[in-house]
């Protein structure tokens, strides 16, 4: 993956001045644009399209210091007015591009490169399985994205889940490991901005249909999981994993992400300062 994100890098420089499908410059590297999109803004810290635009408007500063005009600048790197280049400019540095002209102002947003930085050598513990299709069924709802702790805006739907429900979700999860659920799909672009929503699902697993009202289901296809086990406090052990997953086990690893909601659970029976937890994320070899 380090190779694909380099090779990613040059495709990006040759074409700021274009406009940039990222569906071909995941195509161009040989992996899908969903793996691409979500192991880029975990190792860079930052999603895509920010990337992207910030090295653009790095450009644009340095072309209006040489002496180019405003409107130039503007549509050369794809703005479709200059009114709109010149909020994004200011947005980013705090200066308008005619008083980057007049005072000279520079700000710089460096091309990233990429390598493996091993640290540590800890052994992330996982398997590699075939799961027939199945259902999720539960209750669900946008919350804000959040790195670290309990997000409250979770703890508030699975609070809001009533007795009923519970009893139903009980009733309907025939399939491991026959507790709850959460599975989180549908992020926004800031999520490595720790900004915007994703949907969060807190439900059973199925081979049963919904056929209650008050409850939602996902229909999850036939895929390969990567499982991945661990055993520590919650939230941190879970939500360290989520990182060096894609921080450290995607780059290096043979698989690469597919489109689906990434499931975890947790077992509380000893206590939250050693919870047993596993990562569910679905992946496709290279």
């Known amino acids: 993956m380090i190779q694909e994100l380099n090779r990613l890098m040059d495709y990006i420089e040759k074409h700021l001045t274009e406009e940039i499908s990222l569906s071909e410059a995941a195509k161009a590297i040989g992996i899908s644009e969903y793996h691409l999109k979500r192991t880029f803004s975990f190792i860079a810290g930052i999603s895509l399209t920010e990337y992207i635009k910030n090295r653009r408007l790095a450009l644009a500063n340095t072309d209006l210091i040489k002496g180019k005009s405003v409107t130039d600048v503007a549509f ?36 990233r490169s990429f390598y493996i930085d091993v640290k540590g050598g800890v052994s992330m513990d996982f398997k590699i399985e075939e ?15 959040q790195f670290e702790g309990i997000n409250s805006a979770v703890q508030e739907l699975a609070q809001s889940i009533t007795e009923k429900q519970r009893m139903k979700m009980h009733e309907l999860g025939d399939l491991y490991p026959r507790q709850v659920l959460n599975a989180s ?32 289901q996902i229909q999850i296809a036939e895929k390969t999981w990567a499982i991945f086990h661990n055993k520590g406090p919650f939230p ?45 994320i679905a992946v496709k070899e290279k």
């Open 76 to 111: 050369k790197y794809k703005y479709q007015s200059v009114e709109g280049f010149s909020r994004a400019f200011r947005d980013w540095s705090g200066f308008l591009p005619s008083e980057v002209i007049k005072n000279r102002q520079q700000k710089s947003f460096p091309r």
């Open 185 to 216: 799909y549908a992020f926004d672009e800031g999520r490595m901005e720790e900004q915007g929503e994703l949907t969060h699902f807190i439900g059973f697993a199925t081979t049963q249909e919904n056929q209650f009202d008050d409850l939602e």
């Open 236 to 280: 941190q052990t879970l939500q360290d994993t989520w990182g060096k997953i894609y921080s450290e086990w995607l780059p290096s690893s043979d698989y690469e992400l597919v489109q689906a909601p990434e499931i975890s659970f947790t077992n509380f029976d000893d206590g939250f300062e050693d919870c047993y937890s596993e990562i569910w």
């Open 131 to 145: 799961k027939a299709a199945f259902n999720l069924i539960g209750v669900a709802k946008r919350v804000p994205i």
